[in-house]
């Protein structure tokens, strides 16, 4: 079987790729991109660390369905990362434009709910949808809204691996498109 690495990564600070390199590319991935670019964020305001391009952004919250819809979201995070949106587009130094912007979440009912919000706030163009609607495609500013799975639906020996994070292809997926 012949098994091909990507190893340099054209779109990512340096900072972002340290972990991800290590644990799925044996430390290999090297970084490409252009300065110019993965460095255009990196003096934001918003940021916690100067030079890391990086928020974690934890929402505690209730994770909902409604009626016998099987898609999950969470009302508390919709807000937030509407706020960051807005942010981005309309206040920042440097603005980003909403083209630019990406928002990757694992459930359609928490895309859905997003997308009501930049709608109402006139960023309907900012694209939405699963780490595999955004394969190969390129974005200055993702963001990640996890809903994460219900806990009462999860055995307790896996309530630190709820919803996307308990995919490792998908924490790889989304670690190839930032």
């Keep these: 079987m012949v098994v091909t690495k990507l190893v340099y990564n054209y ?5 972002l790729l340290a972990l991800p390199s290590r644990l799925f590319y044996s430390g290999e991935q ?7 670019v993965v460095d ?15 928020i974690f952004n934890g929402v505690r919250g ?13 009302p508390g995070e919709v807000v937030p990362v509407m706020l960051y949106c807005c942010q981005l587009d309309k206040k920042l130094y440097n603005p980003v434009a909403a083209n630019d912007i990406s928002i990757i979440t694992p459930y359609r009912k928490q895309s859905e709910k997003i997308h ?4 109402r706030v006139g960023l309907s163009n900012i694209k939405l949808g699963s780490v595999e609607e955004f394969q190969g495609q390129e974005f ?27 995919i490792p292809f998908s924490i790889q997926g989304i670690h190839s498109e930032i």
Aim: net charge positive.
């Design 116 to 119: 009501v919000l930049l709608h």
């Design 11 to 15: 779109r990512s600070h340096e900072a």
């Design 30 to 36: 090297c970084v490409w991109a252009q300065r110019a």
């Design 140 to 166: 200055l500013v993702i963001i990640l809204s996890t809903v994460t799975f219900p806990s009462f639906l999860c055995p307790t020996q896996f309530l630190p691996l709820q919803g996307l994070w308990s």
């Design 62 to 74: 209730i994770e909902m369905r409604e009626g016998n819809n099987s898609s999950w979201f969470k």
């Design 40 to 54: 255009s964020l990196c003096h934001w305001s918003r940021l916690p660390t100067k030079g890391f391009p990086l």
